[in-house]
């Protein structure tokens, strides 16, 4: 199998404090993964190093077919080489209409002089339409997303995501938050991104792990401890100790 | 369900937002309301001096239109636009004091025996600009001065190029915020003790002065001359408000509001930040410049001290009480607080007397603007222009997603559609 991502040998410490310790971790291109941990275990630290916000003591971060290092990139050309990332607290432009939001993000020239002279073509308009439709936000397009209910606010992130076509989706934590209808309709709208793309869950909620049905990696201070089918690394006697703590 | 995020706007630009077809209107109807009444065109019922008081207003509000975009729309408080106008206001002036001098000299030097040679009026004409301050040679700074276009090109150039680099080495370094606030500020001190000096080439604090009189048009009666400096600032305000609408109807808008909102999510969009921030300070600071180019000809003054720090504060207080992130807001905001500022501290309002303490509104309208600032700020957000958001939303309230009936459990929009 191909590998989208592959991360090794990767360590941060932030004063001394290891956030991230010699970790490893690959994706394919149309994978699902869901990254479990106890708090301060690294996950956000490993979300944060994949985007370009943190850039880490040494270690390798190799990206696509040809193996571009994203280590010498900023947030912004990592995330027009499609990489695509959900924030855990909704981070949606509450000024903006849903719409607005939506277009926003679409995959488009995100150069200045290209956005100053963008004028939606009909081809947009769909795209917007069907993603809308997709997160079920398409009667809400033209209401400021900030009068939105926190569960739809947690779509239009992910329907931002989508619209932005990314080739790896990192999305952290998901179904906080969500009454349990909402967590059945993200779990739709994951599981529906990860036949085409790659994309790695990061979340508290075994449940909603379970759910997802894919292989989970385990993070304990800064590294993989497991990895494997949740049955698998549910049963291991070293992550039954550190994490589920029974 | 909704249609009208379905289609691509069809409608030409303007159609779609009328609030820019109302300002130019309003706009077109004050500035031939004024043309009837000044005495250089009209019936003459107000004076050349209030006409320009008027087209100076005019250029203050075109700076304004510059700060709310760059404060009201990207994010970005500067405090240091006023710099950029002021830059404009000097790249203008040194053509016009140079070419006036230089009539001058040609003409005095023509009784002379001998006809006088082209250094012999250079040197007349620098004796006579930098005999203030002590000096008798043109400074490299003015090696374009003889030239109108290249000038004018100076008045684009110069803020254009400093707010460039000085934009670059900020944004870059991912200075925000209120140290990007004090860093702005910096150059702009910078500049003005700069410009202090006797050696700057600019002629120290004396300044350029004599812009009122255009080289060559000697026998054009003032009142004449400021009317069409009222019509050019009013078509440049004009042109300004409609660029300023464009560039922010579209994506590009939703981008810079989106990084006033939330920077670093943006960047995780794709959007490089920089980028945008970049051209968003440039593009102000040469509108501000244009403005500076049309203010000091009418102000027929500029020296250091209009470019020291308190004049962009003052303008951040123009836009925040005009309401920022409303070009109109900006627009109202510096026409009121400027003209009332003239009148304050132009003698005519009457002083208060508490007996004890006489209210002398020269010294205390600082005061005043210094609480309304505060008070808009914590009472009124949105400033002068948050009115006209009252009354549209009055008139039609956006009910959208709330319950259809007024009963409890009443059907939703969202479920009535289905």
């Given at each position: 199998m191909s590998t989208l991502l592959e991360v090794s040998g990767v360590s941060v410490s932030f004063d001394g404090f290891k956030a991230i310790n010699n970790l490893a971790f690959k994706i394919g291109p149309a994978e699902m993964r869901a990254v479990i941990g106890p708090n301060g275990a690294g996950k956000t630290t490993f979300m944060d190093i994949i985007t370009g916000k943190t850039k880490p003591d040494e270690g390798r971060v190799l990206w696509g077919e040809k193996s571009v290092s994203l280590l010498s990139m900023n947030e912004s050309r990592i995330a027009q080489a499609g990489v695509g990332r959900k924030f855990q607290?909704?981070?949606?432009?509450?000024?903006?209409t849903v719409a607005e939001n939506l277009m926003l993000a679409l995959k488009n020239d995100r150069s200045p002089f290209a956005v100053l002279g963008f004028r939606p073509k009909q081809h947009d308009c769909d795209k917007v339409a069907e993603i809308a439709e997709q997160i079920g936000l398409l009667t809400q397009l033209?209401?400021?997303?900030?009068?939105?209910s926190h569960g739809q606010k947690q779509w239009l992130e992910i329907g931002m995501l989508l619209s932005q076509d990314p080739k790896l989706l990192l999305v952290d934590e998901?179904?906080?938050?969500?009454?349990p209808a909402e967590r059945e309709h993200t779990t739709e709208l994951l599981v529906e991104a990860a036949k085409t793309r790659a994309v790695v869950v990061v979340e508290h909620d075994m449940e909603f792990v379970r759910r997802l049905n894919c292989r989970v990696t385990v993070l304990h201070e800064g590294s993989v401890l497991a990895e494997g089918s949740l049955d698998h690394v549910t049963s291991d006697e070293r992550v039954i100790e550190v994490y589920l703590g029974r | 369900m909704s249609d009208i995020a379905l289609?691509?706007?069809?409608?030409p630009f303007a159609a779609r937002y009328p609030a820019m077809l109302v300002f130019i209107g309003i706009l077109a109807l004050f500035t031939l309301v004024v043309s009837v009444l000044a005495e250089g065109f009209g019936?003459?019922?107000?004076?050349t001096s209030f006409v320009k008081t008027l087209g100076k207003t005019l250029c203050l509000c075109m700076v304004a239109l510059a700060m709310d975009l760059v404060w009201g729309y990207c994010g970005i408080l500067s405090l240091g636009h006023m710099a950029f106008f002021g830059i404009g206001g000097y790249a203008i002036g040194m053509w016009l004091m140079y070419a006036r001098t230089e009539i001058i000299v040609t003409s005095s030097l023509a009784n002379a025996p001998l006809p006088p040679t082209p250094a012999e009026i250079s040197d007349g004409i620098a004796s006579q600009i930098f005999g203030v301050v002590g000096a008798s040679e043109f400074p490299?700074?003015?090696?374009?001065?003889?030239s109108f276009p290249l000038q004018l090109a100076a008045v684009v150039l110069v803020p254009g190029l400093l707010a460039l680099v000085f934009g670059w080495l900020a944004f870059r370094s991912r200075v925000t915020g209120v140290y990007l606030s004090i860093l702005t500020q910096a150059m702009t001190l910078a500049l003005a003790l700069f410009l202090f000096q006797n050696d700057s080439g600019l002629r120290g604090n004396n300044g350029l002065s004599g812009l009122q009189n255009l080289p060559g048009l000697d026998h054009i009666p003032q009142s004449t001359i400021s009317i069409v400096f009222f019509w050019a600032s009013a078509l440049a305000l004009g042109l300004a408000f409609i660029i300023c609408s464009w560039v922010i109807s579209g994506k590009f808008g939703s981008v810079i509001r989106a990084i006033r909102d939330d920077e670093a999510r943006v960047r995780f969009l794709g959007y490089s930040v920089e980028a945008y921030k970049l051209f968003i300070f440039t593009f102000t600071a040469i509108i501000a410049a244009i403005a500076g180019a049309l203010y000091y000809p009418q102000a027929g003054i500029i020296n250091p001290a209009e470019i020291a720090p308190i004049a962009s504060i003052y303008l951040a207080v123009w836009v925040a009480i005009g309401g920022r992130g409303k070009l109109y807001g900006a627009v109202i905001g510096a026409a009121f607080v400027s003209l009332l500022s003239t009148w304050f501290t132009g003698g005519q309002a009457p002083d208060i007397n508490l007996g004890l303490f006489t209210i002398q509104w020269v010294d205390w309208w600082t005061i005043l603007l210094g609480i309304s600032f505060v008070a808009v700020t914590i009472f009124a957000p949105r400033g002068i222009g948050g009115l006209f958001d009252l009354i549209s939303e009055r008139r039609s309230p956006n009910r959208h997603g709330a319950a259809l009936g007024p009963d409890a459990g009443a059907l939703r929009e969202q479920e009535a559609d289905q």
């Open positions: 607290r909704p981070t949606v432009f509450e000024d903006q033209e209401r400021k997303s900030g009068e939105l998901p179904a906080a938050g969500m009454s | 289609n691509p706007p069809r409608k019936i003459g019922v107000i004076s490299p700074i003015w090696a374009f001065a003889h």
